[in-house]
């Protein structure tokens, strides 16, 4: 026999928005182990998932926490089980939370998105994500594909996004970013005296070694970013001149002007992926999109927005342009 459980059949301290199911332990299961009677009676759950509610203490044997998922289960035992959400099913749980709108109207949303805001849930972060912000933020999101999302920022850049409202928005804006119509340019600080102004032109694919990575790699896909040198400044007690950098992007490759910089020798400061040493105090990668431009999908009035430095970089690029400045001529 099996079925759900009152709220007020589990001790305090339990979550009680989380449902529970109880079955009676038959005579044909009598010395199975729990995790395995466990299935039986919730088979919507994994075994592997079920092993780790009985670990965190949100399964009991006739009325007291199950210390094992090994144990072994006997007739005539009430199991008890309280079916806490797996992690991947909170991607797509509205969560209300304070975006960053620099502009919204019935066709879409442009966010300045902070630092450390992961954009798709994805493994180790199946929420607090900005899909899960949209969710919460219009109801049309949930008919959407990725709630309207249709370019991304690394979790630890800063800056401006543009997000889809609508299909007929989300198509536009899609195609545009494939046509490259939509303009995105991104302020860094790098490592090294950079060049006043060159393109990098390098194909980006999976790192072969490292798979959390991406390189330049032959069998990549075409990539291309701009990047002009805005100054270069040799800071108190850093080894070698920091750069200040604007990036423009042709394309819009996973970790692009990460990657690009790092095989240029200039990895972004902080940036430990691809090899950015700590400097002037920055704790994560030190970009942020700071311009953003397209043709509106139903208007098609040119839209421009600019998005001022956040506190971390902003302090960090007022102490390179206090430092001694270094000429970038035939750098």
């Avoid at 009598?30 to 995790?35: F, K, V």
Wanted: aromatic residues 4%; glycine residues 8%; contains cysteine.
């Amino acid at each position: 026999m099996t079925e759900d459980v009152a709220d007020d059949e589990w001790s305090e301290g339990s979550e009680p928005d989380w449902p529970r199911r109880e079955a009676q332990v038959g005579a044909d299961a009598h010395g199975q182990r729990l995790d395995v009677f466990l299935v039986s009676f919730a088979p919507d759950f994994s075994r592997s998932y079920l092993k780790t509610l009985v670990e965190s203490g949100h399964v009991q044997v006739d009325g007291a926490v199950a210390a094992s998922a090994s144990r072994k289960v006997l007739a005539g035992q009430k199991v008890v089980v309280v079916l806490k959400p797996t992690p991947q099913s909170q991607a797509f749980a509205p969560e209300t939370m304070d975006l960053n709108i620099v502009f919204e109207d019935e066709h879409l949303i442009v966010i300045n998105k902070p630092a450390g805001m992961v954009v798709h849930p994805a493994a180790g972060n199946w929420s607090g994500t900005l899909m899960n912000g949209l969710l919460a933020h219009h109801a049309g999101a949930v008919d959407l594909p990725r709630a309207g999302i249709v370019h991304r920022l690394d979790k630890d850049t800063s800056g401006l996004m543009v997000v889809g409202k609508t299909i007929p928005a989300v198509t536009a804006l899609s195609r545009a970013i494939a046509a490259r119509t939509v303009s995105r340019q991104y302020l860094a600080l790098v490592h090294g005296c950079v060049a006043s102004s060159f393109s990098i032109d390098a194909p980006i694919g999976r790192d072969p070694v490292t798979r959390v990575r991406m390189a330049v790699v032959a069998s990549g896909k075409e990539a291309r970013t701009d990047v002009q040198c805005l100054l270069v400044g040799q800071p108190e007690g850093v080894s070698q001149p920091i750069s200040g950098v604007r990036c423009t992007l042709h394309t819009g490759r996973t970790h692009q002007i990460r990657v690009h910089l790092s095989h240029r020798k200039h990895p972004l400061v902080a940036d430990a992926l691809y090899g950015g040493a700590p400097a002037l105090g920055m704790a994560r990668q030190a970009l942020h999109a700071t311009r953003l431009s397209f043709a509106h999908p139903v208007s098609e009035e040119t839209l421009v927005w600019e998005a001022e430095l956040p506190a971390d970089m902003a302090q960090a690029w007022n102490e390179l342009t206090a430092a001694p400045q270094v000429s970038i001529r035939g750098a």
